[in-house]
């Protein structure tokens, strides 16, 4: 994030120093009848330099949008992560039947909207850990608990169920630890599924 604000703020005065002094020179040597041709020049190269710096800073803000999207997905995957950890508490260090986890889990919802974090993107979880013990996943760094999905309601399977890539090329996982990774198809189907 702080890297595309530098880049956004580095375009915005290549625009400021290089495209405006020579447009209002130019500008100034037309009204003085000075040099018309090296001004009028001068205003083409102003204005081909502001249109550079307009695109390049264009491409810094969608960058930028970009970016807090990833974070928006994460932060609502770790609020998913932190619902299941609360269930598990409640429920005997169990986690929810795989075929209702959205409805069981959502009294242990801290914050925001339930329904939009279910909807956009929607989530799986990992049928294997269907009323699972949680002290007996061998690997919670590395056993998927959740992931993107197609849409449904109360979704729950394995990886043949990850959705096309999310952001790009990747898909995102939770695992059971509430780690949360961006992963290609290829990597997810590597992962461990079964507890």
Known sequence: MATCRR???????LLVLMSLPA?????????KRKGTRRA????????????VASA??????????????HMEHMGQLHALAMATELYCYD???????ASRWNNAMRPNFVGGSWSALLNKPPYAMNRQLSSFARRNVKQPDRTVLFFDSA????????PE????PTFHDWSVVVFVDGEVQF?????ARKLKWNP
């Open 151 to 158: 849409p449904g309601r109360n979704l729950n399977g394995g």
């Open 7 to 13: 880049h956004a703020l580095a375009g915005l005065h």
């Open 91 to 97: 429920s005997g260090g169990r986690f929810p039947p």
């Open 161 to 164: 169920l990850i959705a096309r």
């Open 56 to 69: 390049t800073l264009f491409s810094y803000v969608n960058a930028y949008h970009e970016q807090m999207r």
């Open 183 to 187: 992963v290609t198809p290829r990597q």
């Open 40 to 51: 009028v020049a001068g205003i083409v190269l102003g204005m081909l330099t502001a249109g």
């Open 23 to 31: 447009i209002v020179l130019g500008l100034l040597a037309i009204a």
